[in-house]
């Protein structure tokens, strides 16, 4: 019987694996669950491209049709809102801050959206229009805010930088530049901020993620481009665990890789592929309150949660 | 078949194995009854019923059993006419109905599916245990036309396995296309139950445009008579309008006000008079008075109009198309002066938006039925599109028209003209031998995935494009983001691997990549390997997107002469800092910069990408003027001079292997290879001619002022021309019931009637696919200088051209194109629904016949209507399906217990009235009372063990044997061979026993009782034997010791 040859098979399979492969691939490789359905409808999925958890464990997605829907930790949907202006490419950052507020990087409308968990518009940031004076935006791709409520937008296109507004959303300051040398950035795609007020920035195009201070000076930076752990391919998003360690979603690699703080490789998930365990180009990862890491599987228009 | 539980059923399908049953068993029992009668006459009744058993099951077993589930459940289908027959205010209803009946008489279990059917079925909701209400028709079909026979088909191979099938038919029974019948007796094969509700309507007061009768040609001054048909079925007030349409402009010819229409057929007649040769579509729409109107659906106003056309051919009439507005007015001036009429058309730019400037090129074959020669003068093929291209390569091959290419830089191969039906036209080829050629192009293509719609779609079209556009000895690459930078085939030869590779653009996925960069240093990497490359070009699609490239990058690009050009499909609205990106990398590297607004524009965009750099098919000298050859003259240079005048230019092209292509002109360089300047053939019905240097402006400056300048072209003109009709023959085309008749009536200028004529007939349908061969049309003699052909199938709207060539037992020749207009489909001339076809259908599969049931205000209510229609009962004509599951091996499996519990029954006698005394020990045990000893069963056990005792000591005495005395064996010490029963062990290992233990009777038989002293015992004469010839053995052995060795 076919079925009971694949069993079989299957079952020699498993038990060989951890021999062949080395235990590493065959314990990372496994999602605790994969959920998300292709499509348009609420509660479906559009290649969703960006992702955060609120303090309730509730996962806030953005995908290409402009929405931004709201499913519990398993993957239930729960509700969805859409961004003011539509285009057939979603907000590229989101966040839900310290308050419990969800800011959006609407990308393609050049400007930061706040809204709170149920998607009334509270303010936004950058008048909407394309520029690369202060306070204007080309392309935000992230924004978080600091202990002082402060916030902090990444963008890229004509200024690759980082630019700072206070909590009313009065411009500050801002720093980077477009380039290959500490401190400047090509396509800073994701930010992220510790209860230090480091601020880490998945430097993309540079294949490496830097850390920098409120006021925008360098404290370290680490990362180069490869396949080999420890090496970054095209670092979408970035977030830090309850254990205080970095998750990076590498985009061209299709895999998530945690490290130290101080950049070093604590090991890595998943493959390039369509299985379970296998990404399709992912854009974000988000880390709940249990410390377990949902990845936007983007083309494969799913999420799969897994546990380090 | 045997009854059993609710669905569940037992069928045998080979029951003559059954015989074996009533044949084994009574021997069996017979024999089993004799040979067991030692067993008691319980267990032999049990044996000999197993035994049976085993017997029955094994027959059982080769009978082939099969258990039979029933599945009572039903699914019904409803087909929903959607077309345009139907009333709109009906529509309402028709689905009430729907919903009314699934939600009445569905029974759990049950699943309702519904069909929307048109010229097309579609599944509107599968069948599913119905939930969703139907409020209206989501799935897009065609409803000009009803075929009702796919839509049953359709429903059939919906239908799930596991039940009962039927389908309710809700439709008017006007069908136009297939065969519902057919359907509905197969449907009858797979025991499927057709029930219908026909929707009733009559048009009381529709009226009817029918037609528009006018001659199809008309000569110069004639007054054309035309006959507008109307029919009405009740008498009808109203205005006839009727206009005029010729050049793409429409004008009112007639207006007749007040129009009494009688009951039937009403014909007016318009009298027009035509002054100018051309093309003219006649167009009569009948406006009924405002109230008259009121009454009726606005669509069923498609069948109030009609129109026909009709042409008047003056002098020969050339459509002459190029590149740039005004380029080739020498040529046009030289024509005119040799009386032929010319039209030019300048040809647009291909730009980001789509074809940009120049004017409207023909689309239809109408538009093209005036001229009488087609000249492409040095304009390149993306200024076409596919559906263009071939309708001017079926104008020359099906409708006789004259196909002249003049040469220039955007002309034949130059011009992206390879593999294109116009190539296939003309008599040269635009490809050539790989050693003629002077320097290849590189192209890669980088691919990024584009967010417009269809995105992935697109690319694949542009990059295939590209592809086809380039010659094969060019190079071409093609990178994308397949989640990270990959080549989807890496830079080389096009050659034969072009197959492969527009095979592998079928299944590339360009993903979204990050950065540039990586993408154009893979491309520069592969470029500049490429050193026999005479142009390098990279093209870029995106949507600007990534991150831009380097400067570095850039001058690398610019150093090493690749050109890049970009191209942004504008996912993003209007995006400046993309369109920056995008803008700013072709104009550092000299390419061009294409902002795509409509998609469509891509291919050709692509096409001319390809076609810039592809440009070694040109042949410029040296040396920088020379003289081509006039090698004979053929029949368009007849009377011109051999002396020709010097060309400095051609585009390289090579003559078609036939053997009718003529090559009259060639030019000797380059050398070494026959360069066609002048060749031309016949194509069909038509001819057509290359002429590969240009008509004056660059390359044959000097034949502007030949003297023979206007000569040669008008006559290389002439010749191409759409041959004349000479003959007096009449075509007439009349459309009746779906299908065109072709009626010809050939007389000669002596009116007698011209026989035998042979014809090659060619339709042309407005719904042809791209790149079909013309269909043709036969023509038989029906009667002296009659001759008559029907094209099949003639329902699509829109215009049908019949082009016939003919040839005469005497050699005359010529060629006949006319045309006729089907103005709206047939969906539009059903006045009434049809119920007998759906009733037919109910007949043929034992359905029901539905009819509607009025609400008070008269009009069809759904509701009651499904009151009354149960379209989920059980009818014994609806077969529920049954599935069949083998249990032979069920059998085989229990025989073979039965006949291990048969050889149990035989061989295990239990003693019940021990187990019983055990079982009441046990208990007596667990009440903590004493068990009684088992005396008598010991008592027992010993007299039987003494009884076989003695049994085999009067055995033994029987066998005895003397033996010779021996000492008995030593108390103490000495180690013996054996002990005694009873006696003392020597081995520290052996337990002790007691004296109780080593009581008489506890051995087993022979030694009951002790034996007495004197008294010897079997074993004790064994022993003194055996102990004796030891003994000898010893003294042997002591012997042999002591004597010398």
Known sequence: MPSRRRFLGSLLASAATPWVSGCDLGRESYPELVWGVHGTKPGWLQKPRVAAFDADDHLYIADLTDRIQVFDRDGTFLRHWRTPDLNIDGPSGLTVDRLGRVLVADTHFYRVLVYDRYGTLLFQIGDGVQGSTPGRFDYPTDVVIDRDGCFYVSEYGENDRIQVFSPEGEWLRQWGGHGHRPGQFVRPAALDIDEDDRLYVADACNHRIQIFDTRGELIDLWGSRGSEPGQINYAYDVAIGPDGHLCVCEYANSRVQKFTKDGRSLGTWGRPGRGPGELNNPWALAVDSLGAVSVIDSNNHRVQRFRF | ???????????????????????????????????????????????????????????????????????????????????????????????????????????????????????????????????????????????????????????????????????????????????????????????????????????????????????????????????????????????????????????????????????????????????????????????????????????????????????????????????????????????????????????????????????????????????????????????????????????????????????????????????????????????????????????????????????????????????????????????????????????????????????????????????????????????????????????????????????????????????????????????????????????????RFYNVTNPKALPRIYQKEARLISRPLIFEGPPPAWTPTMVYQSEPLLGLPQDLPPISGLVLSSVKENELVEVPIVSPNPTGQLNPVLAHWNYGLGRSVAFTSDAGQKWATQWAGWENYSAFWSQVVRWALRPVDRGNLTVSLRREEGRIKVVVDAVDAENDFLNFLQFQGIVNRPNRELNAPGESVELVQVAPGKYEGTVENAEARGNYFVTLGYRGPDGAQGVLTTGLSVPYSDEYRDLRSNPVLLESLADATGGEVFSWINSPDGRPSGERTAARADVFRRDPNVQPPRTYRPIWHWMLFTAAIVFVGDVGVRRIAPDFARMRRNVADALRTLRGQEVAPRDEYIEKLRSRKREVGEQIDRSRGATRFEAPDVPPPPSTGASRPTADPGSRPDRPGDRPRSAGEARPGSGLGVDATPPKPGEETYTNRLLKAKKKVWEERDQDRGKDQDSPR
């Open chain 2, 1 to 591: 078949m045997l009854d059993s539980l609710g669905t569940l059923r037992l069928t045998f399908l080979e029951p003559w194995w059954l015989l074996l049953i009533p044949v084994l068993l009574p021997p069996l029992v017979l024999l089993s009854a004799r040979s067991l009668s030692g067993l008691g006459s319980v267990r032999r009744l049990i044996a000999i019923l197993l035994r049976g058993s085993v017997v029955t099951l094994l027959a059982l077993a080769l009978a082939d059993p099969q258990l039979v589930r029933r599945n009572e459940s039903l699914t019904t289908i409803f087909l929903l006419d959607a077309s345009r027959s139907i009333p709109g205010d009906l529509q309402g209803p028709m689905l009430d109905f729907i919903n009314r009946a699934v939600g009445q008489h569905q029974r759990p279990g049950d699943r309702a599916g519904v069909v929307v059917f048109g010229k097309e079925s579609k599944v509107e909701s599968p069948p599913a245990p119905y939930t969703e209400t139907l409020t209206g028709i989501q799935s897009t079909i065609d409803t000009e036309y009803t075929d009702l026979g796919s839509a049953l088909k359709l429903a059939l191979a919906t239908f799930p396995d596991d039940s009962a099938r039927r389908i309710v038919v809700v439709s008017d029974g006007n069908e136009n296309r297939g065969s519902a019948y057919e359907q509905a007796l197969a449907a009858a094969g797979l025991d499927v139950q057709i029930d219908v509700l026909p929707v009733d309507y009559v048009y009381d007061r529709e009226i009817l445009v029918e037609k528009i009768a006018l001659p199809p040609d008309v000569k110069k001054g004639e007054t054309v008579n035309i006959n507008v048909v109307v029919r009405a079925s009740a008498p009808a007030r109203g205005r006839l309008e009727v206009y005029q349409e010729a050049d793409n402009s429409t004008i009112p010819i007639d207006t007749l006000d007040d129009v009494q229409l009688q009951r039937g057929v009403n014909v007016f007649r318009i009298k027009q008079d035509i002054t100018d040769p051309n093309f003219y579509t006649y167009l009569a729409q009948f406006i009924p008075e405002e109230d008259l109107r009121r009454g009726y659906r606005a669509d069923r106003a498609m069948n109030n109009m009609a129109e026909a056309f009709t042409q008047y051919r003056g002098e020969a009439n050339v459509l002459l198309i190029e590149g740039t507005a005004n380029e080739h007015e020498s040529l046009v001036e030289a024509l005119r002066s040799k009386e032929l009429a010319v039209t030019t058309l300048a040809a647009g730019d291909v730009t980001g938006a789509g074809l940009v400037g120049g004017d409207p090129l023909p689309t239809d074959l109408s538009e093209l039925q005036k001229f009488d020669a087609i000249i492409l003068a040095n304009v390149p093929k993306d200024a076409f599109t596919d559906q263009q291209q071939d309708l001017i390569s079926t104008a020359v091959q099906d409708q006789g028209i004259g196909l002249i290419m003049v040469g220039g830089d955007r002309s034949f191969g130059a011009g992206g003209w390879m593999n294109t039906p116009i190539e296939k036209a003309l008599p040269v080829d635009m490809q050539i031998p790989s050693l003629k050629v002077k320097g290849k192009a590189a192209m890669v293509m980088i691919m990024h995935a584009s967010e417009i719609p269809e995105g992935n779609y697109w690319q694949a079209v542009v990059a295939q494009e590209a592809l086809k556009t380039l010659s094969s000895y060019d190079y071409a690459g093609l990178t994308y983001w397949s989640g990270q930078e990959a080549w989807l085939f890496t830079l080389r030869e096009i050659g034969p691997s072009k197959p492969a590779m527009l095979r592998a653009i079928d299944r590339m996925t360009p993903g979204d990549a990050p950065d540039f960069n990586p993408l154009l240093v893979m491309a520069l990497r592969g470029l500049r390997q490429k050193t026999d490359a005479m142009s390098k070009h990279i093209v870029v699609i995106s949507d600007g997107d990534p991150a831009a490239p380097t400067a570095q990058v850039v001058n690398q690009l610019k150093a090493a002469k690749i050109t890049v050009t970009t191209v942004l499909t504008a996912a993003h609205g209007n995006d400046l800092r993309s369109l920056q990106v995008m803008q700013q990398l072709a104009e550092a590297t000299n390419g």
